[in-house]
Each structure stands twice: as C-alpha cells, then as structure tokens.
C-alpha cells in the first residue's frame, strides 16, 4: 500500500511540475509586456522593458508572484482601442479583463477564444463592437461574469451557450440588436443570479426553462423586445427573484396568481404590454415591494384593495389602463409612497379623503378620469407634493384656500373640471409654483397676484375671471406660454408684459379689454401664437398701422408725442378732405415716398417700440444708426444667409455686432421669417456658448439684431488664415469643440423647449477675444417637436448636412450632431474634410478610425497629453459622422465626455439606449409621470 501511494504522489508531482513549467513558458513576462507594448494601447511606455516586473506596475495592469498578468482594467482610461490589437493569447494566466467604456471598435471577438482559459470576468460594456456573438465566445468556460451590453453585437445567441457557460452568475446582453428567440439552454445556468437582455429584438415566448433558475435569479430584465405570450406559471416559483423587469413588450394575460408568493420581490416593471385581464388580488401579497410600474397594459376591472398592504411601494403607476369604480380608500396606508399614478383610467367617485395620510407622496395623478365631489381638504396637508393633476375629471366646488399650504409644490393642473367659486388668492403665495392650468372651468374673481412668479406656463383661459390684468404679471420674465382668453376681463393690456422676453405664446382673446395694444408687443400681432381678437383693442391705432401703413417709422414716439401726432393728423386729415381727389393721392404718393428714403432723419427715441432691449436699458435706434452711421459698408464685418453684420460703438464705450436685414430682404417673407425665428430661439436660450442676444428691433422697413461682440470672427476664417490658425493651439481647439458641443447638448436636452438649429458650420461659430468658441445664426432653428414628424424644406450649408436629409426631409436633433462631427473635424485639421466624410460614411464602424495624418500641419506636433484629448476629438467625430443616424451618439453623451474628469468614458449612447434605462437609479424627479406630462 504505501509503495502505491509513494507511486501516486510521484506522479502528481510531475503533473504540477510539467503543469508549472508549461505556463511559465508560455506566460513569459517579457512576452506579455512586449504584446502589451505592440498593441499601442499602452502608448505612453515607449521605452524597452528592463524587468520582469516592470509591466505590472502600468496602468489597468495587476499580476502574480511569478510576474504573470492575471487582470486588465482599461475601463474608462483610453478610447479608441481597436480588439485586434491586443495579442490574448499570450496571456494564459489572465483572470479578469475590463475593457468597459473604451470606445473599443471590432467587429469579430474571436481574439478572445482559446487560449483565455481562465477568465472568469469579461467586461466589454459600453463600446462600439458589431458583429455577431459567435459560439467560441462560449468556449470561455470558467466565466463567472459576461457582459457585453450596449454596443452594436448583433445576429442569433448561440443556443448552446447556457450549456457551456454553466459557471455563468452574472450575464448582461442588454441594448444591443440581438435577434431570434432566447436559448432555452440558459434554463441550464443555475448559478446565474443576474440575467439582462433588455433593448434587443429578441421574439418568441420567455422559455419556461427560465423558471428552472428558482435557485439563483435575483435580477431579470427582458425588457424592451418584441416577446409574446403569457409569462410562465411557474415563475412563481423563482423564489430569490428580487426585481422583474418585462416592460415594452407584446405579452398577454393573465398575470399569474403566483407572482404574489415572491416575498423578496422589490421591482416590478411589467408596463405596456396587451395584458387585457384582471389584476390579481394576490399582487397584495408582496410586502417587500417598492416600486410596482404596470401602466399601459389595458387592465380592466377595479384597483385591487390589498394594494393598501405593500406598505413599503414608492411607486404605484397604475396609468392608461382600463381600470373602474372607486379609488380604494386603502391607498391611504401607503405611507411611503412616493409617486401615485391612477391618471388615464375610468374610476369614479369622490377622491378619498384618506389619501391625506400619503404624507411622504411628491407625484398624485388622478387625472382624465371620472372622479367628482371636491378636493378633500386633506391633500392640502400633502406638504411634500411637487407634482399634482387632476385635470379632465367632473370635480366641482372651490379650489380649497389651503392651498396655499403646499410649498414646495411645481405643478398643479386642475383644468377642465367644474370648479366654481373665487379662484384664492393663497395661490399666488405659492413660492415654487413654475406650472398653473386652471382653464375650463368656472372659477370667478380677479387674477391673483403672484408674490413668486417663477412661472413658465400659466393657464387661466375658459373661466369667468373679471378685472384686470394685473401689472405684476410683467415680472414674470420666465413665461414661455400665456393664456388668459375667454373670460370677463377688461381693462388695458399692461405695457409691463415687454419684459416676458421669453414668451412663445399668448392668448388674450374673447374678453373685454380695450385700448392699444402696447406697442413693445406689436410685432407679435401677425404670429399665429399670438392671439388679442375678440377684444375692445384698438387694432388700426397699433398693428395694423405698423406692419401696413405707409408712414413707417415716422409714427414710434412716446405716448405724449403720438398724442401730439395723431392731433397733426386729424388737422390735416379735416384740411385734405376739401382737397380733391387727384390732388390728395399726389400728396400721399409723395409723402410715402419721402418716409421710404430718410430712413437717416428718422427721429426714435430711447427704447423703440419696436424693440426689446435686455441689455443696459439706454440702446436706442438712433445710437445704432450713428454708430454705424446709417449702417455704412466701411462698418460691415460680414455678411450672412440674409443680412449684413456691422460693428457699432454705442456711446458707452460698449462695442455690438448688429445683423441688419437688407431692405430688398424684408420683402421677402422668408427671410423674414427667419429673422423673427433667430429672435425667438435667441430669447429663449441661455447658455455661455451661445451668442448673446442683446435687443432687436423688427419693423418691416428697418429690421436688425443686436448681439454680443465677437472680437475674432468666425472659425472658418480663423482657420483659413495661417496667422490666425496657429494661435488656436491644440489646447483651444479642442475648447472650442468642448464649447459647441456643450452649446448643442444645451438646445437638445436642457433647454425649456429643446430644439436643432440645422446650421452648424465653421461659418456659424464665433470666438471672442479668449478664443472662447459661441454658436450664432439661429435663423433656421426649429423646435424639437413629440408630436410631428419635424418634416422641413432642406436647410443648413453644404458639406455640413447630414446625409438622410437629401431623401427623408425630416430634421431630428440627429443632423446636429452629424454637422457637429463635421466641424470638430475640420477643427483639428485646420481644413474641411471633403473626401474624408465620404470614406467614413461608408465604412463600417469598426474600420471609421481617423488617422492622426489629420491634424493640421500648422501647428507643432501634439505632447502626450494633448494626443490623448486630440484622439478623443476624432473618435467624437467619427461616430457623429456614421451615415446611420441611430449609431451617432448623443449630444448629451458627448458633453458628458468632455465633461468626465476621465475625459474618456464611451460615446455610444444613442437616444434610444437613453430612453431604455431601467430606471432602477434614476431620481424621482424623472422618474415618474414621464408619460403624462408631455400631454399635461
């Protein structure tokens, strides 16, 4: 026996040994560091490695003892990596490799088979590989951990892959373009806590073998597909499962009863799907619940009582079903609650006063439904509420003064109710209230007085208010819609309302009002936005005269001079009467054309009525005609799509830019409509990248704008002129690109009306004296429409137009970042791109790298740490410039790149990835009434 085991032993010795000496051989150190070097990934170490150990200690690098690298975490530390470049099959000890958020391009992940026969995590998130996820990927065996989500992998999941991956615990596809069914071989991961398939095209059932991880799976997310079917029985048994995720697909009823055994379940999102059944009494079972989304799925019958027992849900979205009866006055014990969404429904009945209890509730949406009786003067005690709807149902009786106690509160709708009474005057104490729609009802009274008026959108219209218009309505600077029409209103219009400088819309029709328009509005009274009829409003007296008389300019003076002027007229209106008729048209003829040509002796006053000045408050149009000296050419700085540009020293000392509309192209309405655009989107922006508008003045003789002054012109003559191109250093260009992209992420995602402005060029970027880059000339900016498909005439300059608009005709926040990616091009390469636009459109993502070759030769060549920011500029623009709009990235990514203190986190969300988000980590105040607010 013991020369048996002494046999045993021996040969289990020579088997570690030979193992041994087979992986130091083919793990070498040196070999490792020279494939590390080779790929250029690590292009800082250009020096021969001298030790063994000295790879081990770059960055992303850890090995063992014997100085093997065992892992390799890149992520978010470089971009711009191409897979290939990597020799992997020198690493046979590797364990972990992180390349997460690389902007890593490849379209074949076979460099990863074979030989990694050790790897247990495999991160490659948040790249730009394509390709298909062919079956060598499988042959990784000893995987733990797999996630290759958002990037462009596309084609079948292998069917074998459950089978061979079985040591699998967490496994993310998710935001892909996966097709096919799911393999029923993941039924055979029965280590797999953490299943992620979300944002793909997968079709088919959910495999039943699924419900067979009853062991392990905590997190399942299938979100966002195109699976049918009932959801299994038997997932009820899936006892670890923590969080359900199947929004967005075509999945039918009924819910199983069996879902309500699941005691650890805190997320369920099963919303949007054709469930059409019943909800099951059971879902009361789920006492660990938080968040419960299960909206848009044609649910009919009643809102379940023993939703009252999930004591610990934050969120209840039950919006846009089919739902009955009473609102169960047991949501009142839900006193954790957060959001509560019962909107889009055909419940009936007074709301339950036990809904005052929800005292940690911020979001209550009891709209468009059926709902009567008063307000119970228990919401009013909701001191959290931000958000409150209950528009559309057959509420009566007074708006509670109570009111006045919900601080904190942002929106309040209660349009197209019954509600009658005094409208209180507790609501203009409201310190934080940006959003009031109280129309269609009957409420009586006056207008209250805003003490914060903070608003941008206040609704009043359709009611039986009385009085006037009060003047501190005026300092409501941040109004971007108005609505007043169709009650007993009268008196004047106020001439404070010249400071809502923002204001896109407003409605003052159908009262009794009377007087003059005040003429700082009187260039709103053709805007089909813009409505003042059905008044006592003297129209001849003010808009009509100028936008059709023929005395022009010559009628702007002060009130008490237009007084004084209109008594001139009437003497020589009596005179002319007794004059015949051929002698009085000679006279008119002449007089019209004496006011045309002496544009020059046209005396106007501080503050034109013409005019909106945001500036100093002293700019008046006869500083601008004499610092320009009635716009004379030796003053013109350049000319534009449709107009000139004149420097003008005011007497201040303060120097603008002032665009003036030619007079040939007032007459065209084109071009002034474009004019009034730029006005428009200029007064409603905000930003330290945009051209600052100043003031304007838009009468339909003398039209003009007047900007912020921009000492270095634009960037395409900066960059055409040797001198000029070398100041703008690698630092500054890629400042400038930083400053444009923030400017577009701005107008698409934060602006209070986002919108694209469809000419992005070199010619539309102006530096200031910093060399500090602003976006200018919104003439062809239009509104980023939900509703429309923003179908247009073709408009931007050529070389910088996106290439779908030569056949769709459609404009999306898309064809900006396509024109974006243009000009960050010809920003580092000091030249337009021309041919190089048409081999990058026409390559696959994986081939779309922009050689260094490039950059403009003017400059010297770029240090280190520049070359790390100039190729994160060029990896920007070549995904910006794909043919296919859904591969471009977002301006918002792209501005959070620039902003990372990384400076390199992947570029590849596009807006669907964006809109695919589980929501999991999002703040409550994006996270509810997402879907009833763009209707609100």
């Known amino acids: 026996m013991m020369s048996f085991s002494v046999i045993i032993s021996a040969l289990i010795c020579t088997l570690v040994v030979s193992n041994m000496a087979s992986d130091i051989k083919s793990t070498h150190p040196s070999v490792e560091a020279q494939a590390l070097l080779d790929s250029g990934w690590w292009g800082k170490f250009h020096t021969p490695v001298n030790t063994y150990q000295s790879h081990c200690t770059w960055k992303g690098i850890s090995c063992n003892g014997a100085g093997s690298i065992t892992r390799i975490n890149l992520s978010g530390l470089y971009v711009g990596l191409e897979l290939g470049n990597l020799n992997f099959s020198t690493f046979t000890s590797l364990e972990s490799l992180n390349l997460r958020s690389c902007s890593l391009n490849g379209s074949s992940l076979s460099h990863l088979s074979g030989t990694l026969s050790k790897l247990t995590y495999l991160d490659l998130s948040q790249n730009l590989l394509t390709g298909q996820l062919l079956l060598f990927l499988t042959n990784l065996t000893q995987l733990t951990q797999l996630d290759v989500s958002d990037n462009y992998l596309s084609g079948f999941i292998p069917s074998h892959m459950g089978y061979n991956l079985k040591n699998l615990a967490f496994l993310d596809l998710g935001r892909n373009n996966f097709v096919g069914q799911i393999p029923l071989s993941f039924g055979s991961l029965t280590h797999l806590t953490h299943l992620h398939m979300d944002g793909n095209n997968f079709t088919g059932p959910i495999p039943p073998t699924l419900t067979l991880l009853n062991g392990s799976l905590a997190d399942l997310n299938l979100g966002d597909n195109q699976l049918k079917g009932p959801i299994p029985l038997e997932m009820g048994n899936m006892t670890k499962l923590?969080?359900?995720?199947?929004?967005?697909?075509?999945?039918?009823?009924?819910?199983?009863?069996?879902?309500?055994?699941?005691?650890?379940?805190?997320?369920?999102?099963?919303?949007?799907?054709?469930?059409?059944?019943?909800?099951?009494?059971?879902?009361?079972?789920?006492?660990?619940?938080?968040?419960?989304?299960?909206?848009?799925?044609?649910?009919?019958?009643?809102?379940?009582?023993?939703?009252?027992?999930?004591?610990?849900?934050?969120?209840?979205?039950?919006?846009?079903?089919?739902?009955?009866?009473?609102?169960?006055?047991?949501?009142?014990?839900?006193?954790?609650?957060?959001?509560?969404?019962?909107?889009?429904?055909?419940?009936?009945?007074?709301?339950?006063?036990s809904l005052g209890r929800l005292k940690?509730?911020?979001?209550?949406?009891?709209?468009?439904?059926?709902?009567?009786?008063?307000?119970?003067?228990?919401?009013?005690?909701?001191?959290?509420?931000?958000f409150l709807s209950l528009t559309n149902n057959k509420l009566m009786g007074a708006i509670p003064p109570s009111i006045g106690n919900l601080s904190v509160l942002n929106f309040l709708n209660l349009s197209s109710n019954q509600?009658?009474?005094?409208?209180?005057?507790?609501?203009?104490?409201?310190?934080?209230?940006?959003?009031?729609?109280?129309?269609?009802?009957?409420?009586?009274?006056?207008?209250?007085?805003?003490?914060?008026?903070?608003?941008?959108?206040?609704?009043?219209?359709?009611?039986?208010?009385?009085?006037?218009?009060?003047?501190?309505?005026?300092?409501?600077?941040?109004?971007?819609?108005?609505s007043l029409d169709s009650n007993n209103l009268s008196g004047p219009i106020p001439k404070k309302l010249v400071n809502l400088t923002h204001l896109l819309f407003l409605n003052l029709s159908s009262n009794n009002l009377y007087g003059t328009i005040p003429s700082c509005l009187c260039h709103l009274c053709q805007e089909s936005s813009f409505d003042f009829t059905h008044n006592a409003l003297d129209f001849v007296k003010t808009c009509q005269k100028n936008f059709t008389g023929s005395q022009g300019n010559n009628d702007i003076k002060e009130d008490k001079k237009e007084k004084r002027d209109l008594s001139t007229v009437y003497i020589v209106l009596s005179i002319s009467i007794s004059m015949t008729f051929s002698v009085l048209t000679l006279v008119l003829f002449c007089w019209s054309r004496f006011a045309v040509n002496q544009s020059k002796d046209i005396d106007m006053e501080n503050g034109d009525v013409f005019s909106v000045w945001n500036f100093d408050g002293n700019i008046a149009y006869k500083d601008i005609i004499k610092a320009t000296n009635d716009f004379d050419f030796r003053y013109c700085i350049g000319t534009g799509g449709y107009g000139s540009v004149y420097e003008a020293r005011l007497p201040n000392g303060k120097v603008v830019a002032v665009k003036k509309l030619h007079r040939l192209e007032a007459e065209n309405p084109a071009f002034g409509k474009s004019f009034r655009n730029e006005v428009q989107v200029l007064t409603n922006v905000m930003h330290k990248n945009i051209v600052r508008l100043y003031g304007f003045c838009l009468h339909n003789q003398c039209m003009f704008l007047i900007y912020e002054y921009m000492e270095n012109g634009s960037l395409f003559c900066a960059l055409r002129d040797d001198s000029e191109a070398i100041k703008l250093d690698w630092n500054k260009r890629v400042e400038i690109v930083k400053g444009i992209a923030l400017a577009l992420s701005y107008m698409h995602h934060d602006c209070p009306l986002p919108m694209v402005h469809r000419d992005i060029s070199s010619n539309n970027i102006l530096l200031n004296s910093k060399l500090e880059a602003f976006v200018a000339d919104f003439g062809a900016a239009r509104l980023l429409s939900p509703d429309s498909s923003n179908q247009t005439i073709l408009a931007g300059t050529c070389g910088y137009i996106a290439p779908e608009l030569a056949y769709t005709m459609q404009v999306n926040e898309k064809c900006d970042v396509y024109s974006f990616g243009v000009v960050a091009l010809e920003t580092m390469s000091g030249r337009h791109p021309g041919e190089l636009l048409s081999t990058l459109k026409s390559s696959r993502p994986a081939q779309r790298n922009i050689s260094l070759e490039v950059l403009d030769t003017r400059l010297p060549h770029p240090t280190y740490e520049q070359k790390q920011d100039i190729i994160m500029v060029l990896n920007l623009a070549s995904a910006c410039l794909s043919s296919d709009q859904k591969l471009r990235p977002t301006m918002l990514a792209i501005s959070q790149e620039f902003l990372s203190e990384k400076g390199s986190t992947c570029v590849t969300k596009s807006i669907k990835d964006t809109e695919k988000s589980t929501g999991l980590n999002r703040s409550w105040e994006h996270i509810c009434c997402e879907s009833d607010r763009s209707s609100e």
């Not at 709209?367 to 931000?386: D, Y």
């Not at 609704?459 to 941040?478: A, R, T, V, Y």
Request: glycine share 8%; charged share 10%; aromatic share 6%.
């Open 360 to 386: 940690n509730i911020m979001y209550l949406e009891l709209g468009r439904n059926k709902l009567s009786g008063s307000i119970p003067l228990t919401l009013m005690q909701l001191t959290k509420l931000k």
């Open 242 to 353: 923590v969080s359900i995720v199947l929004r967005r697909n075509n999945l039918t009823g009924p819910i199983p009863a069996t879902l309500g055994s699941l005691a650890n379940l805190n997320y369920i999102d099963i919303s949007s799907n054709p469930f059409n059944c019943t909800l099951p009494l059971e879902l009361g079972n789920l006492r660990s619940l938080g968040v419960l989304r299960l909206s848009r799925s044609q649910y009919y019958g009643s809102v379940p009582r023993a939703l009252g027992n999930l004591t610990n849900l934050t969120l209840l979205d039950l919006a846009y079903n089919q739902l009955q009866g009473f609102i169960p006055p047991e949501l009142g014990n839900l006193n954790n609650i957060v959001s509560l969404s019962l909107n889009g429904n055909r419940l009936y009945g007074p709301i339950p006063s």
């Open 419 to 482: 509600f009658d009474g005094l409208l209180p005057p507790e609501i203009g104490m409201l310190p934080n209230l940006r959003t009031l729609i109280l129309h269609s009802n009957q409420l009586a009274g006056n207008i209250p007085v805003f003490r914060y008026c903070h608003f941008q959108h206040l609704d009043l219209s359709k009611n039986l208010l009385n009085g006037n218009i009060p003047d501190e309505l005026g300092l409501c600077n941040s109004l971007i819609h108005l």
